[in-house]
Structure formats: structure tokens, C-alpha cells
């Protein structure tokens, strides 16, 4: 309730004193190395304490914390780690506190390659690496270092000058702060020094091969080694595999050859060799002047050696008897008392007992001599023989070669028995020198004269027709031979060649032709060219020819006796296209001219062509198809008042134009016109001409002078007089009349001609030519038939025509067509 007891009792509480670590700091540890560090102990509470890590927060990998405050162990990471420790003391009384501890990584001495030593060369400072991991500052120890090297601890490096040979492990140690440790072995190796040795090579001499020579092996240093050489005298060549020198040396002179060698390790070494290069010992060639027997040979000094090293010695042998040689003065003189030739052999020796030989060739020669000759003229192209020239006279030795030269082309030279033969090519003077040759090479020579001429041109006369050119040939031509050509004597050349062709000549002319070859030439030729006359034109017998388009038309001319005609199509030049007094045309289009002219049996032509026109009428043509629609107008024989007016009117549509022939009373010219039909007709047809003349039908003795042909093509079918009685006349108006024919066969045109032979007929007008079919045989003509019925009408057609039918007389439609026609 709410009574509290009036006494109360006191109760005493005892507070230990509080734990208190004194500090927190450890030292490092490092990775793979032993750590072993005892924290400091706590204070205050009550001892004694026990201390235990906190598992939250562990200590590094590898270490442990002991109760009694000791951390052991080897750790295995590197890291800064903070791990907590609880200190107990014996009330049961506990203080945590914070720890940090830093584990530095393993220490590690990394290795290195250090150089080779040479003996007594010093070697190149080496720094040794330095230690990582651990806990710096470090210290370093190395020993068993090769006699003459030291080790700076301070810089870690290795320097001096090693004074044994040998392979050498160097130890070297560094400890850390913390007294960690750790050691690697170096290794260098010291070897002796690189020696190339000395040698004295043997001298070359220019051109000749170079005795081959080994550079001597070097020692010491670190094979393998390698060589190289320089300033090889030119020609010279170094293997550095062999180390030996070969070749050929080209160049003279002192050489001093560097030759380096390069052990495994880099290190060189140079030594130099030397070589001497002499020119070859030279005796040069020389020509000696040849002698002769019993004079005083001029004194002839051999040449001076050179190469080699002087001085020279020198020595003859197999001289000309009565000639000596001074070595002093290398010179030959004397008076040699026997011919022939000598090979004089000198031989020089230098100071170095080198030799060379040289042979010298001396002739002497005796006393020749060839007589003088006269030699007979050759002739170009024609075969020559010489008598045998001279033999030799004289003191020479035998037997006696001989030889010649500047002979003429074509011609040789028998040296055994000295006559000259052949045929010459070319003309003129020669000197031929013959030179003849004793046993011992003694020779003299003569000089002969030849004289080669070349025969005149032969050229035949020639004939030409007036202003035409002539060709005049040479006819013996001879290869090689040029002909020039003259106008006249002692002129210049007007042409040159085998063949001159003249210009156009109208008067007999004389031209003057000679040869020449070489130097040589020939008279000259006269060679005439007569000139023939040219023949009289033509005399063209038809005249005023006038064709319509798609005929032909036949041209005919005359010639004086013994001429020919050619016809063409051009007035000059250009081929012709016929010959004969008698010409065809092609089929014309249009109007043209053609031109002829008379050739003489001389081959020459007329001074210009005649020419013949064929007019070709143009224009509308009868639309009858029964009518002519093209026609052959013309006037043979020669007229020079006769002519055709209005040719194509006879073919034209107006049936009241027409054609009219005029002629000249007796001259003798026939005029004509041919009316050609579209189609060819039948032999059982009739032709009806629409004519007119000056007295129409008054006189009918005047028409015997009219000729009607019926033609089928070139072919002739049928001949009337215009009176025949075969012909049926019917006058229209005034004098204008109708004739009609029987064609008589099968035709395509018909020719009416006429010749003026009596005033009454000087002109005949021709309206045109038209065809009459037969009339159809019909049968009963009169038949009585009743109102209302038909009757059945038949015919027969005649000369391959048809039959149609009709109402009316006249015009109308056809009512049938066949043979029958039912009413």
C-alpha cells in the first residue's frame, strides 16, 4: 500500500577501477614472413587479465591472438587490416580496444643478366636491382665477387677491372626493416681478352690471280666470332666465313686492309694487314722496219719493260745474221747478210727475278722487181681473158705467191697463172696492182692498166600518132648500165633509165641515147620517132534520134577506108563502150549524148569525138489501152535540113497532136518513127495508123513511097508499102487518113518510114498507131421469141479475145460476160 517501513537499512556499492589499454600501435609484418609481437598489457581493473579477439572483426590471414595478449603467426595476404581486442580482468570486468596492423607484401629480390668481363678491360659499372616488398629502408650484401670487382651496398653496384677468368655466383642478400630477408644469385662470367694476331700477307700483281690467304683465327673473348675487312684493293674479295682474301687484283698500289672481329658478346678488336699490288712486268709488242741484204738496217730501239720492280735485265736471241742487240741500249743494228723473216725473242728479268718474254719479228727482204705490161680492153657484159701478166725477176727466194687487187667487178685474178678473167659490171679505167711474195715474205708490186668501156644502147625507131607520146626502150640492157637520153647531141639529159617515154610530139623528132657505167661511157643512138597522122571524124548517119523513156535507140557512122569506129560516153577520155560503124544504146530515161571517133590501123584516133544525142521525150501518154505509148524517132543518112518535130506527139493523150518528118527533097535520108504498144498482140489482130501527108490520099502513087514494118522487138514480122492492097485507107480530113493492116504475126510495134524522093513527099505526120481486135463470130442474128419470154444469145471471141454484152451500141454497162448471154 502506501505504508512504507520507518527504518530504512544502508547499502554500500564497490566500483572497480576501470581497464584502460595504454596504446594501440603494432609493428608491420610481412607476407610469408614470421611475426611475433606481444601487445602492450592493459591497465587499471583487477589483474590479472586474459585477452580474446573479437570474431567480428578478425585479425589478418595467418596470425592469432594468444590469451595472454601475444599475436603469432606467418601471414599470407598483404593489407592493412583493424581488428578488435577485449581485455578481462579477474572481477570479470572487460575493455575492448581497436587495432591496426599493416602486412607489407613478401619481399622479393628480382634477378638480372649481367655482362661478360674481359681480363684487365674494365668493366662496365652494373647496378644490381633493388629488393621490393617488405618494409623499407633495406640493406644489401653480396659476396664471392671475381678478384678485381667490389659491391657498393650504398648503390648497389658492381665495377672494376677482373683480373682472373672464370664463371663467378654472386650471393647478394637484403634485409628489411623489419629483418626480413631475401637473396639471389648473379652470375659473370670473366673471360680472357680478344686477340687478333698479326700476319704479313703475300703481294698480288695486277691481272694475275691473287694467291688465296687466311687471315689468322682470334682467341680469347666469346665465340663465335665474326669478320669483317675494308680497303681490299680493287679486285679483291674477303670471305668473312673462310676469313681468307681472294681474287684478281686490277689496281696497283699499297693497301692497308683493317680486318675487325666481333665475339658473341659485341666485343671487337682491329688489326691491320697490308698488301702490296705491283703491275705486271711488261715488255711491250713493236714492229720492226723490215731490212734488206746488204745495207745498214736503220738502228731500231725495242721498247723499255715496265711493272715489275726495276731494274731490268734484258737478253735477245735468234737475231738476222749480221745484226747484234745491246742490252745497255736495247737498240738492234748491223747490215743483214741473209733475207727471210725472224722472230727475235727478248727476255727482261726485274729485281724481284720476275720474266717476261717478248718476240719481235724482223723481215729482211732480197731484191723483186715486175715487169710493165699493156692489158686489152673489156667490154661490159661480154666475157674477157687477159694474157698472163709478167712473172717476177730479181733475187727473191722461190716460189712466189701472187695477188691483185683493183680489179673491176665481175673480173678475178688467177694468182698461179696471172691471167684476169670474168665478166666486168661496171666501166671504166682501172689500175690494178699486182703484188707478188718470194718464200721469205719479200714482195714488190706493179701497177696495170685496164680499161673496161660499155657498148651503145640499141633502140628500135618508133612511130607515134600526132600529139601523143612515144616509149622508146633499150634492148640490150646490161645490169648495172645507166642510160641517159638526149634531145639532141652535147645537151643535158633529159631522162635517165632503160625506157624514156617522149612527150606529146607532132612532128618527126630524132632522140639521142647512150650508156654509161661507172666511168665509161658509150657513143650515143640515134633513134627516130615518125609521127602518123590522126584520122577524119566520123560521119554520124543518124540524126535527130528521139526515143520515149524505157527504149533503145541504134546509132550508126561511117569511117574513112581502113579506120575504125569507137563509141563512148564521155567527149574525151574513159573506155570505149562499142566498136563498129553500128550502136544499140541501153535503155534511156533520159535525153543523151554519145560520142564517136575513128581509129587508124596505126592505132591513132580522131582529133576529137562526133556527138550523137537520143532525145528522150517526157510528158503524158495516150490512155487508150489499144494505143502506142512509146516510140523511135530518127533520120538515117545524112541531112542537114531533115528533122522530127514533136516526136512524142504520136504517143502523147491528144489525139489530134502528132509527129511530123521532114526531109529534103533527093538527099538521099530516110526518116522514121517506130510506135510501140503497151503489150505484145496476137498474128489474128490488125494496126491502124492515123497519118497525113502534103497531098493526103489524091495521089496514090505517092504512098508507095511510105514503108510500113510490123517488128516484135528486133524481129521483122511483117513489110507493106503504104499502097499495098493489103491495106485498107480511110481519108478523114483534108489530107489526113487511116491505114489499117493485117499484123500477120505476133508483134509489139510497127515502123513507118519514108524517103523524100519527089516533092509530093517531103514531110509525113504521124497522130499515132492504135491495135484492132477481130470482131467475135455471132451466131443466128434474127429470132422471133413470144412477149414475155427470154432467148439465150451466143458468140464466139476470135484472136484470144473476151467477149462482153450490152444494151447499146455504144458506151453503157455490160449487161454479162462470157459466150452466152440470156435476155
Same mark, same amino acid.
Given at each position: ?5 520507518? &527504518? ?8 572497480? !577501477? ?38 567480428? @572483426? ?70 644490381? !636491382? ?15 665477387? !671475381?678478384?678485381?670487382? =667490389? ?23 637484403? @634485409? ?57 684493293? !680493287? ?12 681474287? $684478281?687484283? +686490277? ?17 671487337? *678488336? ?34 723499255? %719493260? ?22 745497255? @741500249? ?18 727482261? =728479268? ?34 674477157? +681473158? ?56 719479200? /714482195? ?30 633499150? #634492148? ?45 661511157? /658509150? ?7 615518125? *609521127? ?46 562499142? $566498136? ?18 575513128? &581509129? ?26 489499144? %494505143? ?15 528533122? *522530127? ?37 496476137? #498474128?489474128?489482130? #490488125? ?36 499502097? #499495098?492492097?493489103?491495106?485498107?485507107? &480511110?481519108?478523114? +480530113? ?52 413470144? /412477149?414475155?419470154? =427470154?432467148? $439465150? ?14 444494151? /447499146?451500141?455504144?458506151?453503157? @454497162? ?10
Amino acid at each position: 500500500g502506501t505504508c512504507a517501513n520507518a &527504518q530504512r537499512v544502508p547499502v554500500t556499492v564497490t566500483v572497480n !577501477p576501470a581497464i584502460v589499454f595504454a596504446t594501440t600501435t603494432l609493428s608491420n609484418a610481412t607476407v610469408a614472413s614470421t611475426y611475433s609481437k606481444q601487445i602492450n598489457p592493459a591497465t587499471g581493473g583487477t589483474p590479472a587479465f586474459t585477452y580474446t579477439a573479437d570474431p567480428s @572483426t578478425p585479425l589478418p590471414a595467418g596470425l592469432s591472438l594468444g590469451t595472454n595478449g601475444a599475436i603469432g603467426g606467418t601471414p599470407t595476404a598483404a593489407g592493412n587490416f583493424t581488428f578488435s581486442v577485449m581485455a578481462t580482468d579477474s572481477k570479470g570486468c572487460t575493455a575492448t580496444a581497436a587495432y591496426t596492423l599493416r602486412v607489407t607484401a613478401a619481399m622479393a629480390l628480382p634477378t638480372a643478366t649481367l655482362p661478360n668481363g674481359i681480363v684487365g678491360a674494365l668493366y662496365p659499372v652494373q647496378t644490381l !636491382p633493388a629488393a621490393t616488398g617488405g618494409t623499407t629502408p633495406y640493406t644489401y650484401t653480396a659476396t664471392n665477387l !671475381p678478384p678485381g670487382l =667490389t659491391f657498393d651496398p650504398a648503390t648497389r653496384q658492381i665495377s672494376g677491372t677482373p683480373t682472373q677468368k672464370g664463371t663467378y655466383t654472386i650471393p647478394v642478400t637484403a @634485409t628489411d626493416a623489419n629483418g626480413n630477408t631475401v637473396s639471389t644469385d648473379y652470375t659473370i662470367i670473366v673471360r680472357d681478352p680478344l686477340v687478333l694476331p698479326t700476319a704479313t700477307l703475300a703481294d698480288g700483281t695486277v691481272g694475275t690471280p691473287y694467291p688465296t690467304q687466311t687471315i689468322p683465327q682470334a682467341t680469347g673473348g666469346n665465340g663465335p666470332y665474326t669478320y669483317a675487312a675494308t680497303g681490299l684493293p !680493287p679486285g679483291l674479295n674477303f670471305d668473312p666465313a673462310t676469313h681468307q682474301i681472294t681474287g $684478281t687484283p +686490277t689496281l696497283a698500289g699499297t693497301y692497308t686492309i683493317p680486318v675487325k672481329v666481333t665475339d658473341a658478346d659485341g666485343n671487337t *678488336i682491329t688489326t691491320n694487314y697490308t698488301i702490296k699490288v705491283t703491275n705486271p712486268l711488261v715488255l711491250p709488242a713493236k714492229v720492226l722496219a723490215d731490212g734488206t741484204t746488204g745495207t745498214p738496217y736503220a738502228t731500231e730501239t725495242l721498247p723499255s %719493260a715496265t711493272g715489275g720492280t726495276g731494274p731490268y735485265t734484258y737478253l735477245a736471241s735468234n737475231l738476222p745474221p749480221g745484226l747484234s742487240f745491246d742490252p745497255a @741500249t736495247r737498240q738492234i743494228s748491223g747490215t743483214p747478210t741473209q733475207s727471210g723473216s725472224f722472230n727475235i725473242s727478248v727476255k727482261v =728479268t726485274d729485281a724481284a727475278n720476275a720474266t717476261v718474254t717478248q718476240t719481235y719479228a724482223l723481215k729482211v727482204n732480197g731484191v723483186l722487181s715486175l715487169p710493165n705490161a699493156t692489158l686489152a680492153d673489156g667490154l661490159v657484159g661480154k666475157p674477157y +681473158t687477159s694474157l698472163p701478166l709478167p712473172a717476177v725477176t730479181g733475187t727473191g727466194t722461190a716460189p712466189y705467191t701472187y695477188a691483185a687487187t683493183g680489179l673491176p667487178a665481175g673480173l678475178t685474178f688467177d694468182p698461179a697463172t696471172r691471167i684476169i678473167s670474168g665478166t666486168p659490171t661496171i666501166g671504166g679505167t682501172f689500175t690494178i696492182k699486182m703484188t707478188v711474195t718470194d718464200t721469205n715474205g719479200l /714482195s714488190t708490186s706493179t701497177d696495170y692498166a685496164l680499161k673496161v668501156n660499155v657498148a651503145p644502147p640499141a633502140v628500135a625507131a618508133a612511130s607515134t600518132c600526132n600529139a601523143s607520146t612515144a616509149t622508146l626502150t633499150v #634492148s640490150n640492157i646490161q645490169a648495172g648500165v645507166t642510160y641517159n637520153w638526149y634531145a639532141a647531141t652535147g645537151s643535158t639529159p633529159v631522162f635517165t633509165g632503160t625506157s624514156f617515154t617522149t612527150p606529146a610530139l607532132t612532128t618527126n623528132t630524132t632522140y639521142y641515147v647512150e650508156a654509161v657505167s661507172g666511168t665509161a661511157v /658509150s657513143t650515143r643512138t640515134a633513134v627516130n620517132v615518125t *609521127i602518123n597522122p590522126a584520122p577524119a571524124l566520123a560521119s554520124v548517119s543518124t540524126n535527130s534520134e528521139t526515143i520515149s523513156p524505157g527504149q533503145t535507140a541504134t546509132l550508126q557512122a561511117t569511117a574513112d577506108a581502113g579506120n575504125t569506129i569507137n563509141w563512148y560516153s564521155a567527149a574525151t577520155g574513159g573506155t570505149a563502150i562499142a $566498136t563498129g560503124t553500128s550502136f544499140t544504146t541501153p535503155v534511156l530515161a533520159a535525153t543523151t549524148t554519145y560520142y564517136v571517133e575513128t &581509129q587508124s590501123p596505126a592505132g591513132c584516133v580522131s582529133a576529137t569525138r562526133v556527138p550523137v544525142t537520143v532525145t528522150v521525150t517526157s510528158g503524158p501518154v495516150n490512155p487508150n489501152c489499144n %494505143a502506142a505509148t512509146k516510140q523511135q524517132s530518127g533520120i538515117d543518112g545524112i541531112c542537114l535540113l531533115c528533122g *522530127i518535130s514533136d516526136p512524142g506527139n504520136s504517143t502523147d493523150a491528144d489525139v489530134n497532136n502528132f509527129t511530123r518528118i521532114n526531109l529534103a527533097v533527093g538527099v538521099g535520108a530516110t526518116g522514121y518513127q517506130r510506135l510501140i504498144f503497151a503489150n505484145t498482140g496476137a #498474128s489474128t489482130d #490488125s494496126i491502124r495508123l492515123d497519118l497525113a501527108t502534103p497531098v493526103g490520099l489524091a495521089d496514090l502513087s505517092v504512098l508507095g513511097g511510105i514503108t510500113v514494118k510490123v517488128y516484135n522487138g528486133s524481129t521483122l514480122v511483117k513489110t507493106y508499102p503504104l499502097n #499495098s492492097t493489103l491495106l485498107n485507107l &480511110q481519108l478523114l +480530113t483534108g489530107n489526113r487518113f487511116k491505114a489499117t493492116l493485117p499484123a500477120g504475126g505476133v508483134y509489139d510495134r510497127v515502123e513507118v518510114s519514108f524517103g523524100a524522093l519527089v516533092a509530093a513527099l517531103s514531110s509525113l505526120d504521124i497522130y499515132g498507131a492504135e491495135v484492132i481486135y477481130p470482131n467475135p463470130t455471132v451466131a443466128a442474128t434474127g429470132r422471133n421469141i413470144c /412477149s414475155g419470154s =427470154t432467148a $439465150t444469145l451466143s458468140a464466139t471471141a476470135n484472136g484470144g479475145t473476151t467477149l462482153k454484152w450490152y444494151a /447499146s451500141a455504144t458506151s453503157g @454497162t455490160a449487161l454479162a460476160t462470157g459466150p452466152t448471154f440470156t435476155t
